[in-house]
């Protein structure tokens, strides 16, 4: 079945440094969805990706779809502590599922 | 616009008995699905429903069933609740068309459900 891996699995940082988790699929995907999970909360939308190699981004926030569509990154330049949570990719495959990445939770330290 | 709707928040079953999860959605999605997560997990597809009438099993559907008779309502019921079933559970809807909104996935807030 389709798996979506996403690594580190948590990360610590200070205050101010970058961040970046990545999303690997088994399959290639017709898009890729970010979302962010605040502790205690529901996951919450980011951006969606649908281009081989697009690029967005939201303030220090920057997104990544790989070549070959099976890959994406999501990087966090200059964390603060409102960054704090898990971020999840989901991958959407030609059913329309979408599936979700195992998730990497950050924390930051102040 | 309420959003996604879940209900309840909050509920400890004891093992082998049942209960609804209830989930409504004001937006008019043809999509809708149900998630769990466990602690410090990802989320798992329990069933899925492409629009009233269609459901269909995700990753982890044993243990559950659901309904899609109305584009708003999409219930899950857990028969002969286990320990297993401890969990998160989250529903969630979609838009399929598209556009920038197109396929995002807006979540309830989530149910935690704890079987003893």
């Known amino acids: 079945g389709q798996q979506v891996m996403q690594i580190p699995q948590y990360q610590h940082v200070q205050e101010g440094e970058d961040f970046t988790t990545y999303c690997n699929s088994s399959?290639?995907?017709?898009?890729i969805q970010w979302y962010k999970q605040r502790p205690g909360g529901h996951p919450v939308f980011l951006i969606q990706?649908?281009?081989?190699?697009e690029v967005k981004k939201q303030k220090r926030l920057t997104f990544q779809f790989g070549e070959a569509k099976k890959n994406s990154s999501l990087h966090i330049t200059a964390t603060q502590t409102t960054d704090v949570g898990t971020y999840f990719c989901?991958?959407?495959?030609?059913?329309?599922?979408?599936?979700f990445g195992t998730g990497t939770s950050l924390t930051v330290i102040p | 616009n309420a959003g996604v709707t879940q209900t309840p928040k909050f509920r400890i079953l004891k093992i082998g008995q049942s209960m609804t999860l209830q989930c409504a959605q004001d937006?008019?999605?043809?999509?809708m699905y149900w998630y769990r997560q466990d602690p410090g997990m990802g989320l798992k597809l329990i069933y899925y429903?492409?629009?009233?009438?269609?459901?269909d099993k995700g990753e982890v559907p044993n243990g559950y069933n659901v309904s899609r008779s109305t584009t708003e309502d999409f219930p899950l019921r857990l028969e002969l609740a286990a320990p297993s079933q401890t969990s998160v559970y989250f529903c969630?809807?979609?838009?399929?068309?598209?556009?920038?909104?197109?396929?995002?996935?807006?979540f309830g807030e989530g149910s935690w459900l704890t079987v003893v």
């Open positions: 969630a809807s979609s838009y399929s068309g598209q556009g920038p909104s197109g396929n995002t996935i807006y």
């Open positions: 399959t290639t995907l017709s898009n």
């Open positions: 990706l649908v281009k081989s190699g």
């Open positions: 989901a991958g959407r495959n030609t059913g329309n599922q979408f599936y």
């Open positions: 937006m008019n999605h043809n999509y």
């Open positions: 429903s492409v629009g009233a009438g269609i459901t």
